[in-house]
């Protein structure tokens, strides 16, 4: 794969994750008290791993 | 609503949480990676697979691949995206896709994508409801209930038009059923309540809002939040309360009686009726607004009358599973031309009572006794109840009354063989009566007893 692919990938998978933290947010309030606590988790979880992918696509610039 | 099986592909966790509570009111099956999704598609059977592209953050498009898998098992694929390129997309829809979703788009929602699939599901289906839940082969009734199931996913809504026992209300629901609509069918007969009655039954109330409302209760209106509420016999809703039900549907919300907060439903209407809506309209009976609000698309569904190749087919339909049915000829000839003035109501009593009651091949005997009106050949139009409550309001209730004596008299009549004097002992009336019944209907007789003096 080369270079462009990879950062299309990483850009891909901050779009893929912020979305699903959005759609997440929107389903928030008609959640049960457990769905909110296993929905705010995976939230949590996702935004974690949109850091890290943040790091890295930093590390491409390099 | 149908509950459909649906199968999500996607890797990311939070994503698959948000999915299933999008369609939760359905049954939802998840895969994470390529081996699952590969091994439900070979063994599921799925209505919807909604596909994300990527599977991972490395992955290269496998998502892609599973598309044709999905497509040649005859199931309708979506695919879901957030970012992927035209290209990426394009692809997806050149392997079978038939629809897209956008993750993350606040425009984008599940349930249109329901209601599409719905939509083209129609087509296929229309052939198996007229052979199931709405029999019929009439090709103009069939080429009516085809387009209205068109536009069944729609928000337009739909006004059925045709006589008491015609199918109005089983049309209605089938409507609702391939409208993919999450809310539930709520049906209300306008002509059963009172202007009051209504009122509290369409909007609901507060406890104590008036003299016997011991308990706060929930109104129709917010019953079918999200789904379908079905108004039968709308055309005799006072005009009043025509104009609440206008604001209501305009507004999406209400007040139910003796409340100050506004209630919000988001309702799809469906109404029927056996009136001339137009002539409603002219004698100033029917709100012009409130019509132009409920006829998106209009069916209007003929009497059994002018169905005849109908009559046969519904029989062998009601009676599936119970008695295999055998008319002599004349018994067969007289279901033929009978009027049927209470249609596929009447059809299927009259199916129900000769499966419990009859015996080996059916007579025309055993046929007349089940069926009620007088003639066979006499045109649809006995008097229901609510028939009769409209008749009265229309053309007042002497000639209401004059009409109802009619009918018993004819039917009487027709049960002593025509003979006036069993008549006139039944029911209990004078010879002046009954000759000027009949006279006033046309309907001298020239047969048997003519000559009053006769049978007297």
Redesign the interface.
């Known amino acids: 794969?080369s270079q462009p692919d990879d950062l299309?990938?990483?850009?891909?998978?901050i779009?893929?994750?912020?979305?699903?933290?959005?759609?997440?947010a929107?389903?928030f309030r008609?959640?049960s008290v457990e769905e909110k606590r296993?929905?705010l988790a995976?939230?949590s979880?996702?935004a974690h791993n949109i850091s890290g992918?943040l790091q890295e696509l930093g590390k491409t610039l390099k | 609503m149908t509950k459909l099986n649906i199968l999500v592909v996607e890797d990311?966790?939070?994503?698959q949480?948000?999915m299933s509570?999008?369609l939760r009111s359905h049954n939802v099956d998840l895969a994470g990676d390529k081996k699952t999704a590969l091994a439900k598609l070979a063994n599921g059977h799925y209505d919807i697979c909604f596909f994300?592209l990527?599977l991972g953050?490395?992955d290269?498009y496998s998502g892609l691949k599973l598309i044709p898998v999905a497509v040649s098992k005859g199931f309708y694929c979506v695919v879901m995206s957030?970012?992927?390129?035209d290209e990426i997309i394009n692809k997806a829809y050149g392997l079978g896709c038939k629809d897209f979703y956008s993750?993350?788009?606040?425009e984008s929602n599940v349930e249109a994508v329901i209601r599409k699939y719905f939509q083209s599901r129609t087509g296929t289906a229309s052939a198996d409801i007229f052979s199931s839940r709405f029999v019929t082969s009439d090709p103009a009734t069939r080429a009516g209930v085809s387009e209205a199931l068109k536009y069944a996913p729609s928000e337009l809504p739909i006004l059925i038009l045709g006589p008491s026992g015609s199918g109005k209300t089983s049309l209605a629901k089938i409507i609702h059923d391939y409208s993919g609509r999450e809310g539930s069918f709520v049906a209300i007969n306008c002509s059963a309540y009172t202007e009051d009655l209504l009122e509290a039954e369409l909007f609901g109330h507060k406890k104590g809002a008036f003299t016997g409302a011991g308990e706060t209760r929930k109104g129709r209106l917010l019953e079918a939040h999200k789904g379908t509420l079905f108004l039968d016999e709308i055309g005799t809703m006072s005009l009043n309360m025509q104009m609440k039900l206008l604001k209501a549907i305009e507004e999406r919300s209400f007040y139910p009686l003796g409340s100050d907060k506004p209630e919000h439903s988001e309702f799809r209407i469906i109404s029927a009726t056996l009136e001339n809506i137009q002539q409603l309209i002219s004698q100033g009976k029917m709100r012009l607004d409130l019509f132009q609000r409920i006829h998106g698309f209009t069916i209007d569904l003929s009497p059994l009358g002018r169905r005849k190749d109908d009559i046969f087919q519904l029989l062998t339909h009601f009676t599936a599973g119970t008695k295999r049915l055998a008319f002599s000829p004349d018994a067969k000839a007289y279901i033929q031309n009978y009027a049927w003035p209470g249609n596929v109501r009447e059809l299927k009593r009259f199916s129900e009572l000769l499966v419990s009651g009859s015996e080996g091949r059916i007579d025309l005997a055993a046929v007349k006794q089940h069926l009620t009106a007088s003639d066979p050949a006499a045109p649809a139009g006995k008097l229901s109840g609510d028939e009769a409550y409209r008749h009265a309001l229309a053309n007042g209730l002497e000639q209401t009354l004059d009409r109802i004596a009619y009918e018993i008299i004819q039917r009487n009549m027709t049960e002593n063989g025509g003979k006036k004097t069993g008549t006139l002992s039944d029911l209990k009336i004078s010879t002046r009566f009954l000759y000027a019944t009949l006279k006033k209907f046309g309907a001298m007789p020239g047969n048997k007893d003519d000559q009053p003096q006769g049978d007297e």
């Open positions: 794969m299309s990938k990483l850009l891909h998978d779009k893929g994750k912020c979305a699903s933290i959005k759609g997440a929107e389903l008609d959640c296993e929905m995976l939230m979880e996702a992918t | 990311d966790k939070l994503a949480k948000v509570g999008h994300d990527m953050p490395k290269d957030g970012s992927d390129s993750k993350g788009n606040e």
